[in-house]
Structures are given as structure tokens and as C-alpha cells.
């Protein structure tokens, strides 16, 4: 009701005037829901299996603080310029800013910096504990694990049959995804941080398994490395070789004539590279994969990649045998296929048609359809035919015996092997810690994980995280949970490749990664999910100044005695890091 006119002095109703602070009203009182401010889990962070703290090192970034970006990063990831380049990045398969416009090219990022530390020197790290560890195998999963030991002050020797050290990075994966230098410069860094690695010396063969029991524990990390055969009548005999082997050759410097028509068999990485490999060699490649290029394992950038330089594929296609004259390959004599019922890899099961077969011509047959575990590469007594078991930490049915990567029954890729080369490492420090008689962590803890995948993180493991956290809860924030009003959209900075005409006359590397700045630019593009990054919304848009900075300046505080749950904080904040709940929960 307006104010009656006589009551105006001067044109200015009466208004209520307190002489108190508004403080003495506990306004928090009556509230049945109360806003939580804590750190939560990126889904990028749950998604990489090495276990990095990708939310973490994009906020620095973010900061332009890259040196510490950096280490933030080498703290999990001891080979962040391999996995910015052949990792198949699932983390950005989980990417919030999927559901907003295209996801974060966290591997590109990833690859940037892990290229700027690829010359940064480093010191090597005292083994200031007495215990010593062997690690067989210098595939991904052995470094992996020889370098988190060696960073928790043991002494690590790898033993490695090869010639040099890398495992499939070294022998499998060509020049033109992973130069050699860039690899061998990442190996040197692990090296120089104090890790023995021995050369030329096959466990089993080269180093009796009994002379391991002078170690304290032992990582097995033989990787698979037995070429599954085409299981076709004919195929032991001239033309047709195994895939992994021809990589292998080629990786080491040979440049073998295959003839004008290669045929490779299978689907996965393994068929890429062998295509895309003899296509450098100035074959034609044809891919004949028994399934459709959607049940294709290989990454999917490969196949792109491989289609772009023209690799020819004939899907729903398999061997049935293998046609010579006179001793000489002419080809091979196919089925066509039709997909049947899931079996248990869940994928439909290729079927053959009946009275459908054709024969492919072919001068050289290079067979990729699988690898499996060479059971040489294990001691008696553990694992099975399949590969090996292990808890959460690595550790097999042997004592001292903990594995990973590969030889275990799980994803095959560079990431799965260094998390599980990690896990190892960890579990063996909690094996020497609880026989020292200190207290160790039971079973993994939610606060070790990001997220409920499994990855854990090693800087958790060792309380030294160098970024303060609120209250992290291991709770994935989902893209619902972010305001993103306050973003704007922005296309996503890719790889730049270079152009297939050119990729294919050669081993150079085909993707050349992004430029510093614009990786920063990338970083930038990242919401921070989950974690406060003290943009102070909530501070700012609190209606009853209820929100105030902390002491030691890092984060806020909430007054819940003045607090009315009115829920503002949660709705304005970008990130997901406040949360309501009900009160007295
Ligand atoms: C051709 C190819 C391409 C691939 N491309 C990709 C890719 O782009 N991205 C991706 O994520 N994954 C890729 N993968 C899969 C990935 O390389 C593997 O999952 C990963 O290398 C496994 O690591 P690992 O350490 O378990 O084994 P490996 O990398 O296989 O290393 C095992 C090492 O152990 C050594 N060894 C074996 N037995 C003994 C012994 N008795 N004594 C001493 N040393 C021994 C071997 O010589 C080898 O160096 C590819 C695989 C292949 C075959
Ligand atoms: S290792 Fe792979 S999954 Fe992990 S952050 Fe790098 S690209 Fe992503
Ligand atoms: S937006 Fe950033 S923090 Fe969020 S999931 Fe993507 S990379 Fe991770």
C-alpha cells in the first residue's frame, strides 16, 4: 500500500532502520538444505586409465603456469609425449565439454607438454630405501612401474630381452606415430632418475627366473607378444608373415621389397600399422577384416588415417586358405561374411556365407590378427594360459610376484599398461611398508582413485599433493552439474596432419601435434569440472554475504548460521564444486 503523503519527508517513505549488524539474525536456522563446497572428480580425471590429474594441470594452465603444469603431470605420467601421441584418449571420450561442443584435446595438451620436458634435465633420485625390485620387461607397464618405484626411493633394475628398451612402443609402433627420439628421450628421462635398464637379457633364457629371488620383488611385464596364426591351411610357407614380426624389422631400420599387392588380415592396431607401413614401402594395401568397420579394435584416428592415405578394406572378409604355384604366394582364398549373435566379447560373431568364396590376389599376406602371451615369458607357477591375475595392486597368487599391462586379461593399450605398471608399484611399496611394520592403507581407499575406475593416483599415495583441495569427495561431477552459462563456446584445437600425399612417402611423423600457444588455448577451453578454481561466483552472488574467502586464501567459507539454503551458490557455480544436501544428511 503506498505510504500516506504526510508520512513523506522529502519525497522518501519511512523506511525500518536497524542499528545492529543483520549477523544477530540467524537467518541459517530455518534451512532444510545447506550447499556443500568441495572438490569432485573431472570424468577426464576417472577416465584415463594412467591415472593423471588432467583437471588439475588444465587449471594451471589455465593460470599460465606451465613449468608447474608440468610436473603436475609427470607425477602420474611418466611418458606423457608417447601417450600425447598414440594414446587413444579416452579421457576425452568422457569430456564434459562433449555435451557443450567438442571435447578438450586433452592428448594434444598432454603431448605439448610433455614434449617441452622432453630435454628438461633431472636429477637422479637417491634409493634411500633398502629394498630392490626387478622388473622384467621395459614395455610401457615395466617403465611405468620402475618409475614410480625408483620416485619412491627403491632401487629398480629392468630386464629387457630386446635390444632396446620400449616394449611395443619400441618395436610395434612405427616412426610416422611415434619418432624414435621422442621415445628413447622419454626413456632417458626414467633412466636418468636413477632406473637400471639391462638389454639383451631374456628372463627365462639370458637370466635364469631363480636368480630373481635376490630381489625384494618382482614386476612381470613381458607384454603379448606371440602373432596368433590365420589358422588357414597353407599359410606356414613363403608370403605370408607375421605382422608384429614385419613391424618389428621395419621399427629396427629393414626396408623389405613386399611386392605390389599386400593383403593384411585383421582389424586392430596391429593391421593399421602393418597397412600404413606397407603402403610407405610402395605397396598397395588391402585390409580384409572379417567384421564391419564399426567392430574395428584399432583406435579409430588410426583407421581415419589409414583410409585418408587410402588403404583399401574389405570388410566382412576372411582366409580360408592360401594359394601358391610353385612355391610362390599368389593370394588368398576368401569367404565372405555375415555377422551372427554377440559372443562373449559381446560383439556379433562373424558368421561365413555359405558358397561365397572369392580369392584376393596378393604378393605379400602379413597376418594381424591378435597376439597372445608367449608362456615362455613367464616363471612357473604363475599365470594360466591366458595371461596372469593380480588384486588391485598388481600383486599375483605368487608372493613378491606382482604384473601388469598386457599379460593381465583387460584393455590392451599404452595407457592400461602404465596404470597398471603404476598400481604395481604402489602395491609393491605397500608390501615393503607393511613389512617394515608401518601402518599401510588395507584395501585402495575411494580418496586414492579418481573415480571408480580403478586409475589411482600416485602424488595421493604419497600425501604430497601440491594443489590444496576442499574437501574432495571421489564423486564424478556429471555435465548437468556445471552452469555453463558462463562459457563460451569455441571449436576444438585438433591435431594438425600433415597431408596424405605427402604422409605416405615416408616415416615422418604425421601428426604434428599444436604449437605451445595454441595448446594453451586449448587448456583454456577446459571447464574445470568439479573444482573450485576461485572464480568467486558464489561469493559474489550470495544474497546473504554468507560466503566469504578463507584465511589462508585458498577457497571459501560458508557462514551455515546465515546461510538460508536458498541454493544460489550451487546454481551460479561454473564448475559443479557446490552442492546441496539436505540438512542434518
Ligand atoms: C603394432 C601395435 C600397435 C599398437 N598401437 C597402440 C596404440 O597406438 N595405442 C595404444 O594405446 N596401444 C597400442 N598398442 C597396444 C600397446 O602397445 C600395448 O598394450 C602395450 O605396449 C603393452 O605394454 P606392456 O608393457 O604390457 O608390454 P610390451 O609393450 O609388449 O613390452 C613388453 C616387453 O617385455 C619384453 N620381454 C618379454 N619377455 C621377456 C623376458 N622373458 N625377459 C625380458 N624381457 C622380456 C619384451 O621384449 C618387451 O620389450 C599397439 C600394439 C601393437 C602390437
Ligand atoms: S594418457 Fe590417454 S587417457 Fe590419459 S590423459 Fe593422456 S590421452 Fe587422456
Ligand atoms: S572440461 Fe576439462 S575438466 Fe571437464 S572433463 Fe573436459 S578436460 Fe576434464
Redesign the pocket.
Known sequence: MPAPIDDIVHGVPPVVISNTTTLVNRTGSWKYIRPIYRDRVAPCNE????G?D?EGYMNLLREDRVEEACDLLLRE?PMPAV??RV?Y????SACNRRSFDEPVS??AV?RMLGDRVLDRPVEAIPHVQKETVAVVGSGPAGLGCAYHLVRLGYAVTVLEAASEPGGILRLGIPDYRLPKDVLAREIDRIRNLGVEIRCDTRVGKDFPWEDLDSFDAVFVGPGAHRSRPLGVEGEEGPGVLSGLAFLHEVNFGARPDLGKNVVVVGGGNTAMDCARTALRLGAKALVLYRRTRAEMPAIDEEVREAEAEEVAFQFLAAPVGVRRENGKLLGLECTRMRLGEPDESGRRRPVPVPDSEFFVPADTVLCAVGESLDPDALPEGLGNGWGVETDAFGASTRPRFFAGGDVLDGPRTV?HALGAGKRAALGIDRLFREKRGETVREAIPESLRYGRLGNLSATRWREDDPIPRVGAANEVVPYEDLNIEHFDHAPMHGDRLRVPELRRTGFDEVSRGLGTETALEEARRCFNCGVCNQCELCLIFCPDVAISRNEDGHGFVIDYEHCKGCGLCNAECPRGAMTMTREGL
Not at 577416465?47 to 594412467?50: A, F, L, R, Y
Not at 584418449?89 to 576425452?92: A, F, I, M, T, V
Open positions: 577416465g584415463c586409465p594412467v593423471i588432467i605420467n601417450t600425447g594414446c584418449h579416452p579421457c576425452e586433452i592428448h598432454e595407457a
